[in-house]
C-alpha cells in the first residue's frame, strides 16, 4: 500500500471525521465540498474535533499541528483529486447524487486512483458501473465518532480487484482503524445488520406498550454488559435515521407495526423536533442522560 495522498469528497457528518483521521495519521488530506461555504464550516468543525482528540486520545498539540498542515480544501473536483492515491466518497445518501458524483469523478481522476464509497446502505455493485473503474472500486465504512469507535468495514463487489482490496485494508488500519473485510456484498455490512434488528426490535417493543424504554434500555444494558441500550444508541445514530428506515420499511411491506412505528417516531419526535443528542432530547435528555446515571442499573 503505497497511498500518500488522500481526498475525502464531502464535509458532513462523517466525511471531516474521516479526512481529520486521515490527516492525524499522517497522510496528505484534500477535502472537497461543491460550496466554499460548507468548507469553511467543515473548519470550524476541525477546531471542535482536535478538542475531542486531545481530551479523548491525549493528543498532543504538536501531533495537532501537523494535521491541520496535511489538510487543504477545494471546491474544485478536478484539482481535488489530481494527485489522489485513494478517493473516498462520503456524499449525500442518495443513489441519484452518487451516481452523477461518480460519472463526473471518472472524467477527471488520475487511473491511479482508488474511489471508496463510505456509503452505509447502498452496495458498491450499484455504482461500479459509474466509476468507470469497477475494478479500482469498493465500500470503507466507517462509524460515527470514528476516533473512539474506531470501526472500518471493508467491502468489495464482485469485480473488486482483491489487490485492491488488500490496500484499502492496510489503509484503514495505517489510520488507527479496526480493520474488518467482509467477503461478500451485504446490505447493512456486519454492524447494521447486527444494529437495525435490535434497534426495530426495541421499538416495536414501546409502540406495542410492552415497555418503556428505560426498561428496555435497563435490561439490555444488565444482561449483557453492553455501555448503551438501543434507546440510548438511536439517541446518538439520531431519530431521524431511524425513522426513515422505519418509513422505507413500511412502504415497501406495508406492516402494521412498522406504519404504527413510524406514526410513532414523527408524532412524538421528528414533529417535536426531538431527534435525539444532536438536539439535545430524544428518548434521553442531553447532555446528562439517565442512563449515564451511578445507579441507573439498581
Do not use: C
Request: charged share 20%; glycine share 6%.
Amino acid at each position: 500500500m503505497n497511498y500518500k495522498n488522500i481526498t475525502i469528497a464531502g464535509s458532513g457528518v462523517l466525511g471531516y471525521q474521516i479526512a481529520f483521521q486521515t490527516a492525524f495519521h499522517g497522510f496528505n488530506v484534500t477535502v472537497y465540498d461543491i460550496k466554499d461555504t460548507t468548507l469553511e464550516k467543515a473548519k470550524l468543525k476541525f477546531n471542535t474535533m482536535s478538542e475531542a482528540f486531545k481530551r479523548d486520545l491525549n493528543a498532543t498539540q504538536e501531533q495537532l499541528d501537523k494535521t491541520f498542515k496535511n489538510l487543504s480544501y477545494t471546491s474544485d473536483l478536478a484539482e481535488a483529486v489530481k494527485d489522489a492515491d485513494l478517493l473516498i466518497e462520503a456524499v449525500p445518501e442518495n443513489p441519484k447524487i452518487k451516481v452523477d458524483f461518480y460519472n463526473k469523478l471518472a472524467k477527471v481522476a488520475p487511473e491511479k486512483t482508488v474511489f471508496a464509497t463510505n456509503s452505509s446502505t447502498l452496495l458498491p455493485s450499484q455504482f461500479a458501473e459509474a466509476t468507470g473503474r469497477p475494478s479500482k472500486f469498493l465500500a470503507l465504512h466507517f462509524a460515527n465518532t470514528i476516533w473512539i469507535h474506531n470501526t472500518a468495514e471493508i467491502m468489495g463487489h464482485p469485480n473488486t480487484d482483491p489487490s485492491v482490496f488488500k490496500d484499502v485494508v492496510a489503509f484503514a488500519k495505517a489510520i488507527g482503524m479496526l480493520a474488518l473485510p467482509l467477503y461478500k456484498e451485504q446490505p447493512g455490512y456486519i454492524l447494521n445488520s447486527l444494529l437495525v434488528p435490535l434497534l426495530s426490535a426495541a421499538t416495536s417493543l414501546l409502540v406495542n406498550d410492552v415497555a418503556e424504554p428505560e426498561i428496555i434500555d435497563k435490561t439490555w444494558m444488565k444482561a449483557t454488559g453492553a455501555p448503551l441500550g438501543p434507546f440510548g444508541i438511536l439517541d446518538v445514530v439520531g431519530i431521524t435515521t431511524a425513522y426513515n428506515i422505519d418509513k422505507m420499511a413500511a412502504e415497501k411491506t406495508n406492516d402494521p407495526l412498522k406504519i404504527k412505528t413510524v406514526k410513532y417516531l414523527k408524532e412524538n419526535f421528528i414533529d417535536q423536533n426531538k431527534l435525539g443528542v444532536s438536539t439535545g432530547e430524544g428518548f434521553y435528555k442531553y447532555p446528562n442522560p439517565t442512563y449515564k446515571n451511578s445507579d441507573f442499573l439498581k
